[in-house]
């Protein structure tokens, strides 16, 4: 009664919130729970805090190599000097909107170590949505602090795959992450599925979501069917469990304005980090968007033949699309008529992934530049450190198009970058409506700055045209926004609803329970918390991590053949980056031809046979000898 009390007290006026925070508690205290038991059935005492300042003046030292070349770098150090000034405020929910290139990853932990030394906090949690970025900002994290963790203290921890199965088992429960390092850097399906999932391998961390400082690094990919659900979540451990929550993108979304009486994040007084966040985007305009759509859509053949053309005259070529056939389909057109052609997509484990792009930034070195063409799905349009002298993007929403042109002219080494919208002929986007909506909203801005451009600041990156694209784009999804779901999606719960409804007054039961029975039910908490996690998925098509045999991933899956208990732990967390991700389908697949198989028995845990993962493409339910025999 007294969190109800103090709830009410701090402004929440919804029945359906309120509700939903007490659940939440709940949940809450479940995870102490579970934590405390596994570590105590483990014989393991919770490690000891890691002071602050050891790490701070690792950063500083860091920071202070650094020298301004030209007008970008000086930007770039105004933003990391108003992140430290504004670490000294209290907790709190704050936004951090900053353009592409503006050095957010060490502003944002620069002023993640100095807000965390100065309450008292217990960690830094990193929540991004690709594990491109997690390689990449932990990397850069892990060389600041490599001082520190050469005595064996874990300070950045990498968790991005769940190679354990969804079914908890006595060994499963036992080699979960609990999150327990200072620096943490996780996808946002893994944070949701702390938040909402069922089983008690997620649960187990959320404590650890207290007296935190959580950083959402591209909070624009939060899925929009959990928007209410995240932002009551995130009110909940800001104004309840001490910790300080920023939203960090180019291309802020409107999550204070949505539904209040379902749920908006309740940013706090003062919130953006950046005092003039307009004169920042005008500052380190860098690029030229340039509308090149036509109504017959443009082929593979001519999406080639341009970005040959764009490679003569700029140099190097990225080239972003939405499906990984296309990105397939464009790499054998472009694949030996220049000598370095690249191809990406998540398809390939993070190692793979992280290895070709080193091969690209080696080309894209300017003391010393290659020309080279890079064919991407959209992992690398957000947050990945790459400079381009042209950007060919797919259409699609102008929150991807801006986080693509961030990586053209990047460094502002070139007068301006160009960065060209194309429309796919025939793209077939029947299984991707979220895409296909974001394409309608965006040709409808793309009339509109012709129409009147004043309106945007002649800029489409600025920060009244994402406003405006959100307004639209959000409008037209707000119904999606609670997490609906259907009796298909849980076998005990035979009619349509919503999460945030089963997660708070749940009134659909609670009727039924009093027409059957001709009074209310006798609870006071009527929740349907066990239906509601299990209709919890964090993507629409969740889809299971596999073992790899790329590089070391080989050496892994033999040892993981024949580990002992003890090694399993160790094992499947450096399996992480040799793994991805297969919708049931493909499994299915690859089990019937035999070629997906358990590391040990019953463990749920597969390995892929090395007949099915390419140099070029990654992962494949075809073998590597029949995508061989495509390419030439």
Request: neutral net charge.
């Amino acid at each position: 009664m007294r969190c109800r009390l103090e709830l009410l007290r701090q402004g929440v006026q919804s029945l359906e919130v309120g509700q939903f925070m007490l659940g939440f508690l709940v949940r809450f205290l479940f995870s102490t729970l579970i934590d405390a038991d596994r570590l105590n059935s483990a014989e393991r005492e919770p490690p000891t805090k890691q002071p602050w300042q050891p790490l701070i003046d690792l950063l500083e030292i860091h920071l202070s190599g650094f020298t301004a070349k030209n007008r970008i770098d000086e930007v770039r150090a105004d933003i990391s000097r108003s992140c430290l000034e504004f670490a000294a405020r209290g907790k709190g929910l704050y936004q951090l909107t900053v353009p592409t290139g503006g050095g957010k990853t060490l502003a944002s932990l620069r002023f993640g170590l100095h807000h965390a030394a100065k309450h008292q906090m217990d960690r830094i949690i990193y929540v991004v949505p690709y594990t491109s970025i997690i390689d990449q900002n932990a990397r850069v994290a892990r060389s600041v602090f490599t001082p520190l963790e050469e005595g064996g203290r874990q300070v950045v921890l990498e968790h991005h795959s769940n190679l354990t199965p969804e079914q908890d088992t006595n060994e499963s429960k036992l080699l979960a992450e609990n999150w327990d390092a200072p620096i943490i850097y996780t996808t946002a399906v893994q944070f949701l599925e702390t938040l909402f999932a069922a089983g008690t391998r997620g649960v187990r961390r959320l404590h650890q979501l207290a007296n935190a400082v959580i950083i959402f690094d591209e909070i624009q990919t939060m899925p929009i069917r959990t928007v209410h659900l995240f932002n009551n979540a995130i009110n909940f451990l800001v104004s309840q469990c001490g910790s300080t929550a920023v939203f960090c993108t180019a291309t802020q979304p409107l999550l204070d304005r949505v539904e209040q009486n379902k749920g908006a994040a309740r940013l706090s007084n003062n919130a953006q980090m950046m005092s003039d966040v307009g004169g920042l985007f005008r500052g380190l305009h860098r690029v030229n968007i340039e509308n090149r759509c036509k109504d017959e859509g443009w082929t593979e053949d001519e999406v080639a033949e341009t970005a040959l053309e764009e490679l003569e005259a700029s140099g190097s070529v990225l080239i972003i699309v939405n499906k990984k056939a296309q990105a397939r389909e464009l790499y054998r057109r472009i694949r030996g008529r220049t000598e370095h052609v690249y191809h990406l997509s998540t398809s390939m484990c993070p190692a793979h992934r992280t290895a070709v792009l080193d091969r690209v930034k080696t080309c894209l070195d300017p003391m010393n530049p290659s020309p080279v063409i890079c064919i991407s799905t959209q992992l690398i349009e957000a947050g990945v450190d790459v400079d381009f002298g042209t950007v060919i993007r797919y259409l699609a929403g102008l929150d991807s198009i801006t986080q693509a042109a961030g990586r053209c002219n990047r460094n502002g080494f070139r007068e301006a970058g160009r960065v060209l919208i194309v429309n796919a002929a025939n793209e077939g986007l029947e299984r991707l409506p979220e895409i296909r909506l974001a394409q309608d909203v965006t040709k409808r801005l793309l009339r509109e700055f012709q129409e009147n451009s004043a309106a945007f600041d002649h800029d489409l990156q600025s920060p009244k045209a994402m406003e405006r694209f959100y307004h639209y784009y959000f409008f037209q999804r707000a119904h999606e926004m609670a997490f609906p779901v259907s009796g298909r999606d849980v076998k005990e719960m035979a009619r349509n609803d919503e999460l945030l409804n089963l997660l708070s007054i749940n009134s659909g039961s609670v009727e039924i329970y009093k027409n059957e029975n001709n009074t209310p039910p006798p609870l006071f908490l009527r929740q349907s918390f066990m239906s509601a996690a299990k209709a919890f998925k964090a993507i629409d098509s969740p889809a299971d991590g596999v073992i790899v045999p790329y590089a070391e991933g080989k050496q892994l899956i033999v040892e993981l053949l024949c580990a002992g208990y003890e090694e399993k732990g160790r094992l499947l967390k450096e399996a992480q980056r040799y793994s991805v991700n297969l919708f049931p389908h493909e499994m299915m697949r690859l089990k019937e031809k035999r070629r997906l198989n358990e590391v040990w028995e019953g463990s749920g845990v597969y390995y892929l046979d090395e007949r099915h993962y390419s140099e070029n493409f990654g992962a494949s339910t075809d073998e590597v000898a029949e995508i061989k025999a495509l390419i030439i």
